[in-house]
């Protein structure tokens, strides 16, 4: 099976608490492709100004994502710098340049207007439809968001929910789109307009499955420092996608163990800046993680005690 | 086997973004005891003013919880009065009137000093001292604390620790005690200096157990409405030491079984005001849940796939 995912490619300047890097890869497509190709085929769409190093994304190329869909366009690439405070729950954007990603109108190729899975990264809602416009039937569609499209384009938004079958949001997002102030009636209130699936991501407390009546929590993978943030959702989405197709998606057990994939690839992602705790990872490395976090997770009911 | 809790009696005065609540019964013994006193045998030590409406616990009592350490004082209870955010994760203390509580010197009564288990809720280090000085051999000796001993008897509190198996701490709490950012290395920091067991509290996103090198995760048991988050901690503690003490400790599996517990008792803690949500509580109603949080962390490896 095959994802076709779209979003943005970018530049980021990033200071955390433990170093600092500056016009490294960075973007939802990004991201997202990283973590997804090393578990399933990934068809990518995007774009990128002149400056962009394309070169960097061929270890994406090697794991045989489909690199087709990325357009070169004369200008600057989106870039967006960014300084982490010391919880590193909590950062501040020192500059956002939208570039040629400004003018972007995603075209997706022929050959990817079949992919079996869709994923919509944080993009204006307007293209999330363009794009939806454009594929034929996925079997599911997951949408990512932020706090900037809630409130400028609150309504088209909304009327995408309708077409999207996973929404990705973290808490803070879910209680902005629904007015809700518990997690539990913001995605009820989410699930009325559509998904019936959502996802809420927490970051460094894990993320919570709502599907249909069921909720499903999995924790983070816990690590000693978590060293850049950046990315971390996109990988989360990554992850889960990319073991559903690689898997299948029968029934909500598939979608649960995909969730811990989804934790453990946000994980790996956080440990290094940028991409690079992603670039070597191998699917061994991913399943020994999946393990412990089931392993972490466990207890047993001893009902007979 | 049976509980020695040794903790506060208090008034609460509470403003929560749903109502409002004056002196109704508070403190860390009271909802530790409210809690644990459904699963197991709790003896109980504290003072309490004159003004005290102890005729308010007769319902523990109900349950075989000894009350006969509780002092009676000539002068104003313990009482404490806060206003919490509407995130229900933050709150301001509007007054805390020590009253007779001041001059607790906890006496342990001669037919409660061989308690299997200790709690010492969250009081003064040199108090805490004071309490396992006069116990023998218990199994497990449980301690809760706060930010303002981890500033103000930091010396005695660390002095503490080495005596003690468990502690109950939040994740500030613990990244103000061991000065380390991340909660892997601060639950290294604090076993080192005694405590085999380090459980860390995080509210609504559940709680961590570490244990010699072993982590365990648990959510918070999702609601759609925390009503009042006041005792949650006591009443997690509760549950944890309330199920080991009824099921004994055999292994570290016990003890993730009473994390669920924790988790439980916290979150029926928190859906009324004061020990409301624990009054009738029936040991049923507990299990029922729990194994409800079972099924919501529980996910299949799937390796044949």
Request: charged share 25%; glycine share 8%.
């Amino acid at each position: 099976m095959s994802i076709l995912a779209v979003g943005s490619f970018a530049l980021d300047s990033v200071v955390t608490p433990f170093g600092k890097a500056d016009r490294v890869l960075g973007g939802s497509a990004v991201f997202f492709s990283a973590a997804a190709s090393i578990l399933t085929e990934v068809n990518v769409v995007g774009v990128v100004g002149d400056d962009f190093p394309l070169e960097n994304l061929s270890f994406l190329k090697d794991r045989g994502v489909n690199l087709t869909g990325i357009e070169t366009e004369e200008g600057e690439s989106f870039s967006w710098s960014a300084s982490y405070h010391s919880d590193m729950n909590t950062r501040d954007t020192i500059e956002t340049k939208l570039g040629v990603f400004e003018g972007f109108d995603p075209k997706i190729p022929e050959q990817f207007r079949q992919s079996d899975y869709v994923f919509l990264g944080n993009i204006d809602p307007v293209l999330q439809h363009k794009v939806l416009d454009q594929v034929t039937a996925p079997s599911l569609v997951a949408c990512d968001t932020m706090n900037h499209w809630i409130e400028s384009e609150r309504e088209e938004l909304i009327r995408l929910l309708n077409r999207v079958d996973l929404l990705l949001v973290n808490d803070e997002e879910a209680r902005q789109l629904s007015g809700e102030t518990g997690l539990v009636d913001a995605s009820r209130w989410i699930q009325k307009r559509g998904p019936r699936m959502v996802v809420i991501k927490k970051g460094e407390h894990g993320a919570v499955l709502f599907s249909d009546d069921s909720i499903f929590s999995v924790p983070a993978f816990p690590l000693p420092c978590a060293f850049d943030p950046t990315g971390a959702g996109d990988a989360f989405a990554g992850g889960l996608l990319g073991h559903i197709s690689e898997q299948g998606f029968a029934s909500v057990a598939d979608l649960r163990r995909a969730m811990a994939f989804g934790s453990v690839l946000g994980s790996f992602a956080v440990q290094e800046f940028s991409i690079e705790g992603l670039r070597t990872l191998s699917k061994s490395e991913i399943l020994e993680r999946v393990r412990a976090l089931k392993v972490m997770t466990t207890f047993d009911m001893n009902e007979e005690g």
